[in-house]
């Protein structure tokens, strides 16, 4: 087996070069200026642009050419996507509906009087539609008697030893006890059966019948989980690789945090809409983007913020919100020692008053409300921005601020960290620089600057950087060439690892720098996940089992790449 | 006689059940650092906890005009009225088990506390709770964190969180362990943990290596402790629970000697907008049997455990339409331990009259949460560079503890 032959293969190399690499690393320290080999080559393009090579993929380069194949990668629309995940991801229906669309579709229980007052129509899916009648069912159950309804009773629609089948029986003996029932009262019997029965059903469960299960489990979540298990799907079975590499990072640069409020139904599109088409474009386009989203307006709270009025303020009224202009300034755009001042913060704040979000619960959408905007004068970073303006003030923010030295630097600075090192040599980031202040902020031009410079291909590069919680899962799964049916558990083991996807709290994003990723419960639980999965104990995931796989896997030399 | 470091070192060779000592204690033993470690235990109620209907400000009037429904009745009005600490606050009843610990001076009240930003925002809040810097979202680690001395020289347990994720308030460049249960800690596979742990061993990375090596004492120590069943001290009886199991595993980890320094749990469900009565004398039973149930537990080892509380915010000093309450400011804290100055209610008072509440709806803020939690880093645990703890803050002590 070719993908047995590669773990074997990984393995070995890790017994038989620890020692070996020790004692050159004494004499030789790795150098930035020393190229590697030409093997090297392609297994480091694989490494650092892709989620890690699969069995064949090498070969693969090989014969396109190194240099047509990043070339290739850096213009993702000229690569055919995957057919298979093209199939994987349709049943993950949430991944393509508009933010509006979410939220009719995985109602929160908070959403349901707005259902019952006829401000959210029902959704024209049937199986969506049965479990928002439950929803309300419940909800008016509890208006008109002032109590929780009862406890699930499963009594009247399964016999006893249907029900023993269902909750002690075997994955497939559960599952053909359930299908055994009449369609027309399966969905019934799905609402009221307890968790940890639908739990063991999901995983024997075929993809349509899972549906059913999230969304008894509850409809918001579906939402969360379809991001988390596409995110992971692609990462695993994308063509376009890079791409996914750099949504992966731009996402993370422009950090929102899925579970604050309104978020939940607004980060599918701003990944999708906003972040992936832009990540080999404009600077200036992406940061634009971002900036007017709902999902960024809402999660830094610039909706809120309006114009200070001194001569109306009273208490507990809404005013100016410096949270959105000191994150531009000292994550998006100029890092936190480009040159600004906490005055800079809030006149950049003024100049966003008014960037809001219509009726943000219902997934709303961006517009500029000139009543809530501060039309005074501003200066921002010594540039004076004349009184009487509108959505303008903050557009030529934008434009000062993506093409400021600063940001070049900050920018190339961070993309140096993700591609090349966790400490990557000045000269190359100056380069990068150049490159970004002479194209206007072209990111592919930017990327290639990278992609040609000796540095990227050089010893102190090869092999240096400790992987992120979803590059090691991912390219254990790559590597074994798992078939993966869902991505449910794989989620959960790179949240165990400590990279919640989309639930970074903080604006500043996971780190880029590998070091932050070494820590006693993280690599714990790398080299059980590696067990489990050589062994086909990960839920989902299926694989050629061998235990010399998951030593290969939870290996030091695996984590890093 | 046995020496403390004799003791220490035969009982932790003893745990491991290995040839050499493990790599921290052989540190911490060359150091000199031979006493019993200083243990700050941080409890976050999630939420918003009604600070005000669990320090009832009995004496205050117009506490009882504000709440008509949920007031907690004065002291002395039956089963279900405050008990009493000072004339002025109460406990609420469902805290009972905590008054005896207030009298033999081991709890003190700090009221009218919590963080000067102004946020109604749970996220925010915590968020700013935790990184211990009020009003600046950037900032990376957490205060928790920041607050461990440095020094590698330490237990790969020397910070622990009971939970999935590590929190924000540990999260930071000093090592620190999220540890769902103590029973999960460990690799299942004998042969694969053998073959890892030499993997690690010699591999070239001097980071990977020395992470592995910490793993696999942290491990070893951990199925140590493991093979002891756990009965809790004084007959103490945790609450059932994730909070109580939280504290009982705390617990089992500081008497078990395996360098904890500073844990954190937390605990949920406080935000009671409707109907608060009933569900928060219900959590305030669950919350306050757990701590004292840690209390009796401890026994002597609360001689060196100071544990603090804290929740994001308070709720407001009226209830609402729905008998409960809403997002509000101050709050109060509790600080529980052998090395406290308790027994009695720190913070100013700044009463409910409506001129004295912020903002016309809460109790205001007369205590910055970092004067408690600066002075328990500075004073308990002895490091004294509170500047990188609490960045651009000067934490005032209340002399919660002895200096």
Redesign the interface.
Known sequence: MCCRALASLLFLT??AE??A??KK?AVEPPSFQKEISKQSRIDQALNRLTFGPRPGDAARVQSTGLKKWIDLQLHPNRIPENPLLVEKLKTLDSLSMSSQELVRNYPAPQMVRQIVNGGIPFPSDPDKRMMIQKMVARFERRQQTGQEPPAPDTSGLLTRDQMKILRTGAPQQRLAAFEAIPPDKQNEVITELPADVLQALYVAAPPELRRKFELAAGPPQVVARDLAEGKLLRAIYGNRQLEEVLTDFWFNHFNV?L???ADRYLVTAYERDVIRPRVLGKFRDLLEATAKSPAMLFY??NWQSVADRPDRAR??RRGLNE?YG??LL??HTLG?DGGYTQKDVTEVARCFTGWTIRQPQMGGEFFFNPKAHDAGEKTVLGVKIRAGGGIEDGEKVLDLVSRSPATAQFISQKLAVRFVADDPPGSLVERMTQTFLKTDGDLRAVMKTMLDSKEFWSSAAYRVK?KSPLELVASAVRAVNGDVDFAFALNNQV??L?E?LYRK????GY?NSG?EW????G??AR??FA?NLANNRMPGVKVEAN?AE??AL????F??H | MTTRRVFLRNSALAMVGVGSAPLWLERTLQAGEVGRKKILVAIFQRGAADGLNIVVPHGEKAYYDLRPTIAIPRPGSGTEAAVDLDGFFGLHPSLAPLVPIFRQGSLAVVNAVGSPDPTRSHFDAQDYMESGTPGRKATADGWMNRALPGAREASPLRALSLGPVLPRAMRGPHPALALQNVADFQIRNADAAREFEELYGSTADPALRSAGRETFEAVAMLEAVRRQPYQPGAGAEYPRGRFGESLRQIAQLIKADVGVELAFADVGGWDHHVNESAQLTNLLREYGQALSAFWSDMGDRMDDVVLVTMSEFGRTAHENGNRGTDHGHANCMFVMGRPVRGGKLYGRWPGLERPQLYENRDLALTTDFRDVLGELVARHLGNPSLRDVFPGYEPKFMGLVGA
């Open positions: 890790v017994l620890a020692p690499l020790a690393k945090y579970d604050k409020g830094l709270d208490a507990g949270n000191r994150e000292e994550l936190v400790v949240t165990q400590g919640p709290q903080e604006p500043t780190s070091k070494i820590n006693s419960a690599l714990l080299m059980n067990i235990p998951g030593l939870g290996a030091p030399e984590q890093k």
